[in-house]
Structures are given as structure tokens and as C-alpha cells.
């Protein structure tokens, strides 16, 4: 089946130690999302790929960062995870991004914990 | 300003009977598209169904349906004969106009189904 897979689902780091979080999708889609979810709330887009094109949103803080080294990965680097970084992590695929039907669909997320 | 507005935190309902979880928006834009995903204990966002803005007809999808009012602006959720594997929160989100890659999302509502 195609899917979205995210890894690892559960992710432990040390306060200020880089992690890095994957994302890889079967649906051979043009666009590629990065979600931060905290507890209790709702997700909030951190940046996003279309195709090569990398766009950040503009309250994303520069201690994210985002590679996308071909259409089926993405990876979501965290340069030094503080506590309030602690957080489920999602990831999206969308077919073009250009429809206005255009579905976003998720993979299963990753839990990250900083101690 | 908010742009989805969920109004319940919570709700219950009994296995087999229907329920209906609110959603309003707010825009501008004549083009958008309004979606409801739930996401399980588990983490990961499963999409349920789409409206579009010039979608005559409110959508549905098996056991879910989409209310669609659009001069009140609302985009409540209908769920027919709950089943208990429905509990989990559910997030209307919307998308705008020309920002196809943007999806804003409400504070979600739980939904607790009993036996």
C-alpha cells in the first residue's frame, strides 16, 4: 500500500544534541510537510518542499532545518533540541499542491523527547 | 484572529448513535477547502473528508459527512452510528485561496465514545 512512513515513531535525544527525524513516502508526491504537534494542540507547519523548492514559515525557528535529497525522502534536523522542543513530529505528503482539492496525508509521526 | 474555531473540547456519545462536531472559519477568500482529520491515541492524522468552497453539495464519505453552511461559515462534522474505535480527536483545518501548501488547523475536539 502507498504510504507515508515516518522514523523511528518514538525518538530520545539529550538537551542540545542534534537529532535528525525521517520521512519517506510511497505516494510519489510533489510535496512534502513538516508538522510540529505539542501536547494538546494543534499541528503547526514548520516548512515544506515542493519538489526542490524548500519553503520556510516565517515564525519557524532556524534551529530546524529540512532536506529533501530526493522525491520519496525528507529529514528534519534539529541542530540543538531545547526542552520546549519536545514534541510529536508529522509528516505529510500532498499529490501537487496546486489543486484546491489537494489532500495532505500524514505518516504516523514521531514522538521526541528531550531530557 | 482564529481562523477555525472548534467549540468543544470534548463530547460524548453511545456506540451507535450520531454525532456532530462544529467547525467554523473565517476568510476572505472565495477559494478554500475545509477537511477533518482524526487523529488516534496512536498519533498519526488520518484524513476523513473534503468540502470545497464551490462545492454545491455537502460531502460525505461513509459514515461521515460534512455540513457545509456556507454563509454562516461553518463546516460541522457528522458522524452516523458511532462505533467505539471513534474516540479520538478530530481537527477541522482549513486551506485558503492561493496558499494551497498551507493547512490551518482548529484546537481540536475529543471525542469519547461509550458502550
Known amino acids: 500500500d502507498a504510504m507515508v512512513i515516518q522514523n523511528p515513531r518514538y525518538q530520545v535525544t539529550q538537551f542540545g544534541k542534534p537529532v535528525t527525524l525521517s520521512c519517506s513516502q510511497t505516494?510519489?508526491?510533489?510535496?512534502m510537510y513538516w508538522y510540529q504537534q505539542k501536547s494538546s494542540q494543534a499541528p503547526k507547519l514548520l516548512f515544506h518542499?515542493?519538489?526542490?523548492?524548500?519553503?520556510n514559515e516565517a515564525d519557524t525557528p532556524d534551529n530546524f532545518q529540512s532536506r529533501r535529497p530526493n522525491t520519496s525522502f525528507c529529514f528534519l534536523d534539529i541542530r540543538s533540541p531545547g526542552l520546549g522542543d519536545a514534541a510529536m513530529y508529522l509528516c505529510?505528503?500532498?499529490?501537487?499542491?496546486?489543486?484546491?482539492?489537494?489532500?495532505?496525508?500524514f505518516g504516523p509521526g514521531t514522538r521526541l523527547t528531550v531530557l | 484572529a482564529q481562523k477555525i474555531t472548534q467549540t468543544q473540547p470534548g463530547m460524548f456519545v453511545q456506540e451507535k448513535e450520531a454525532v456532530t462536531l462544529d467547525c467554523t472559519y473565517d476568510?476572505?477568500?472565495?477559494?478554500?477547502?475545509l477537511f477533518w482529520y482524526k487523529q488516534p491515541s496512536s498519533g498519526e492524522m488520518i484524513f476523513l473528508i473534503y468540502?470545497?468552497?464551490?462545492?454545491?453539495q455537502n460531502a460525505t464519505e461513509g459514515r461521515y459527512s460534512l455540513n457545509f453552511q456556507k454563509a454562516r461559515k461553518s463546516a460541522n462534522l457528522v458522524i452516523s452510528a458511532s462505533q467505539l474505535g471513534d474516540s479520538a480527536m478530530y481537527f477541522c483545518a482549513m486551506r485558503e485561496g492561493l496558499e494551497f501548501q498551507k493547512l490551518v488547523f482548529g484546537t481540536g475536539t475529543r471525542l469519547l465514545v461509550s458502550p
Open positions: 468540502q470545497g468552497s464551490y462545492d454545491e
Open positions: 505529510a505528503t500532498s499529490g501537487s499542491g496546486t489543486s484546491g482539492e489537494d489532500t495532505q496525508y
Open positions: 476568510t476572505s477568500d472565495q477559494s478554500y477547502g
Open positions: 518542499y515542493y519538489d526542490k523548492d524548500f519553503n
Open positions: 505516494l510519489n508526491h510533489n510535496v
